[in-house]
């Protein structure tokens, strides 16, 4: 089945313990990305990549690292996580510029 | 810059109630247009997209017509159903800006 797999679903961490939060897709995607959904503001990009070694930022990266060393694979890093980064984090991807995003399940993460 | 305006909700209708859901755009060029659902406690999911002027996306039921002139992309759907009851995100995606550009979302309840 086609898909884009994020573990965990849910985390609760404490502030400054780095974190890793894995996504793999078995669609041969070059194409993907990580949002985070916070209730009213909707989804919010912070960091995607168009292919092997090839990331840049959206419009919320900061506190976040990514890498993309293979093509099914695009961690996100919190390297010192903070509770203003409490928040629903979504992995998607997609096949090329005009497709649309194919969504994993979601990861809860909270903070304290 | 590019970005995607949706109505607020929520929106509350009854079984067999014919839906509107408005999106609006602004963007440079001439972007692709998605709606996504979310359905409770699961990630988005497209439900149509639009590449370009006069397209009509459709699915499920549900349609939108991509409208160069009033730069929208309304959802409609001519009866829904309890089953509908979702979150449903209007997205713009531009290439040049590689970004992928989301709504803040429109919860609907159907209820029977």
């Known amino acids: 089945e086609a898909q884009v797999t994020q573990n965990p679903r849910y985390l609760i961490t404490v502030t400054g313990k780095k974190l890793t939060v894995t996504c793999s897709q078995n669609m041969n995607h070059e194409y993907m990305s990580w949002y985070r959904q916070d209730p009213g503001l909707g989804l919010r990009q912070i960091y995607y990549s168009m292919n092997v070694e090839v990331t840049d930022k959206g419009d919320v990266p900061e506190g976040y690292k990514v890498s993309r060393k293979e093509k099914r694979n695009f961690p996100l890093i919190l390297e010192s996580p903070s509770p203003n980064q409490t928040s629903l984090y979504f992995c998607?991807?997609?096949?090329?510029?005009?497709?649309?995003?194919?969504f994993g399940s979601g990861t809860r993460l909270t903070v304290v | 810059g590019d970005s995607v305006t949706q109505m607020e909700g929520p929106v509350t209708l009854s079984e067999e109630a014919f839906l509107t859901i408005n999106c609006t755009y602004t963007?440079?060029?001439?972007?692709?247009l998605f709606w996504y659902v979310q359905y409770p406690g699961e990630g988005l999911q497209l439900l149509l997209k639009?590449?370009?002027?006069?397209d009509k996306g459709s699915n499920k039921g549900f349609e939108a017509t991509y409208r160069k002139e009033t730069t929208s992309f309304h959802l409609e759907k001519g009866s829904v159903q309890v089953s509908d009851s979702a979150v449903y995100f209007c997205?713009?995606?531009?290439?040049?800006?590689?970004?992928?550009?989301f709504g803040t979302g429109t919860s609907l309840t159907v209820i029977p």
């Open positions: 998607a991807s997609k096949a090329g510029p005009n497709y649309g995003y194919t």
């Open positions: 963007a440079t060029g001439y972007p692709s």
């Open positions: 997205a713009l995606f531009y290439n040049p800006g590689n970004q992928f550009y």
């Open positions: 639009a590449t370009k002027a006069d």
